[in-house]
């Protein structure tokens, strides 16, 4: 069964302190995104990696870190510089072969207390 | 960068009506016009996508139009059923980064 999974579902932490989240893909997917998603907005562009071991800041990436060491992996940690961590957190991949498609995971609901 | 305006923001239809929603662009340079729907609990699937050397494309009961031209495109359910109330998003790119609209709540009254 090939897709885009993310762990937990959902997700509670206290203030001040980092959590990380999980994205994985078997979809041999060079491209992967974290997006973040408030009420009311569109999906905003948290990193992206275009390929392993690389990766550049989106629109909102201040409070945010990322890691590309395998291809199939690309989690997120939302450090404590994060002014606003609670949301719901999208993320997704994409392939050579698939133009400009992005397939998402399920999503992760982090809220901190 | 783009810019992807999104309108209305919420749309109440009787089933078996039809839905419309518009999406707007700034960039003249964006080549790829996706459609996502999110249902309550769940990721972004995508449902339609169009690219910018065509107008129009069909798939069942959904459509998507396009005007390069005005820089909007629109997204047609026709015949609603319950099972079309979600969220959907239109986005919009010319590369590898997705600009998306703000979201258009479907509630499909039965």
């Known amino acids: 069964d090939g897709g885009i999974t993310q762990s937990p579902k959902y997700l509670f932490r206290k203030e001040g302190q980092n959590v990380t989240l999980s994205c994985e893909q078997n979809l041999n997917h060079d491209a992967m995104y974290w997006y973040r998603q408030d009420p009311g907005q569109g999906l905003r562009l948290i990193y992206y990696?275009?390929?392993?071991?690389?990766?550049q800041k989106g629109d909102i990436a201040e409070g945010y870190s990322v890691s590309r060491e395998k291809k199939e992996s690309f989690p997120l940690t939302v450090t404590s510089a994060q002014k606003n961590p609670t949301a719901f957190y999208l993320c997704?991949?994409?392939?050579?072969?698939?133009?400009?498609?992005?397939?998402f995971g399920p999503g992760t609901r982090l809220t901190v207390l | 960068g783009e810019n992807v305006e999104q309108h209305p923001s919420t749309l109440s239809v009787q089933e078996g009506d039809s839905a419309v929603i518009k999406c707007t662009y700034s960039d003249s340079a964006s080549n790829y016009f996706p459609w996502y729907k999110q249902e309550l609990g769940k990721g972004s699937q995508l449902i339609i996508d169009?690219?910018?050397?065509?107008g129009e494309k069909k798939d069942q009961r959904i459509a998507v139009t396009l005007n390069k031209t005005a820089k909007h495109f629109s997204l047609h359910i026709t015949e609603t059923q319950p099972e079309d109330s979600a969220v959907y998003f239109c986005?919009?790119?010319?590369?590898?980064?997705?600009?998306f609209g703000a979201g258009t709540t479907v509630t499909v009254r039965a």
């Open positions: 169009i690219r910018s050397n065509v």
């Open positions: 997704a991949s994409r392939g050579q072969s698939t133009y400009n498609e992005q397939f």
């Open positions: 986005a919009a790119t010319s590369d590898y980064k997705l600009s």
């Open positions: 990696s275009q390929i392993v071991n690389d990766f």
